[in-house]
């Protein structure tokens, strides 16, 4: 993640494709949870018809992996057509997440300026 000033709601955040796949997420999580295998999110973004939002689905699969590993996102795998597959689930809300982010830009900020200051 890159906090891009310049810009609004989560594409302060991510890359528009990115921004757009987590408030898919999120979004059909609302009710009930729901996983999302990397085919599904794919297609998806295809389907939105914005071609700022096609991307291949090596970036897509990419992107969900580094969202779980920063822990906004957690996964199960599954067998299906074509071997193990995994899905996709929040690990936090959007304002889980958005305590989460506060806590470490804030943190961040203050190693920025307490080596400013040494």
């Given at each position: 993640?890159?906090?891009?000033?310049?810009?609004?709601?989560?594409?302060?955040?991510?890359?528009?494709?990115?921004?757009?796949?987590?408030?898919?997420?999120?979004?059909?999580?609302?009710?009930?949870?729901?996983?999302?295998?990397s085919r599904e999110a794919h297609q998806y973004l295809l389907?939105?018809?914005?071609?700022?939002?096609?991307?291949s689905r090596a970036s897509v699969i990419f992107f969900l992996?580094?969202?779980?590993?920063?822990?906004?996102?957690?996964?199960?795998?599954?067998?299906?057509?074509?071997?193990?597959?995994?899905?996709?689930?929040?690990?936090?809300?959007?304002?889980?997440?958005?305590?989460?982010?506060?806590?470490?830009?804030?943190?961040?900020?203050?190693?920025?300026?307490a080596s400013i200051r040494s």
């Amino acid at each position: 993640m890159k906090f891009d000033t310049s810009k609004e709601g989560l594409q302060t955040l991510f890359k528009p494709y990115q921004a757009s796949l987590m408030e898919y997420i999120w979004e059909i999580n609302k009710n009930e949870r729901t996983g999302v295998i990397s085919r599904e999110a794919h297609q998806y973004l295809l389907d939105t018809g914005d071609s700022e939002l096609k991307k291949s689905r090596a970036s897509v699969i990419f992107f969900l992996d580094d969202m779980v590993e920063e822990g906004v996102l957690e996964f199960e795998t599954e067998t299906g057509k074509g071997g193990v597959h995994r899905v996709y689930f929040p690990a936090m809300n959007p304002k889980e997440f958005e305590t989460y982010l506060s806590k470490a830009i804030m943190e961040k900020l203050k190693q920025v300026f307490a080596s400013i200051r040494s």
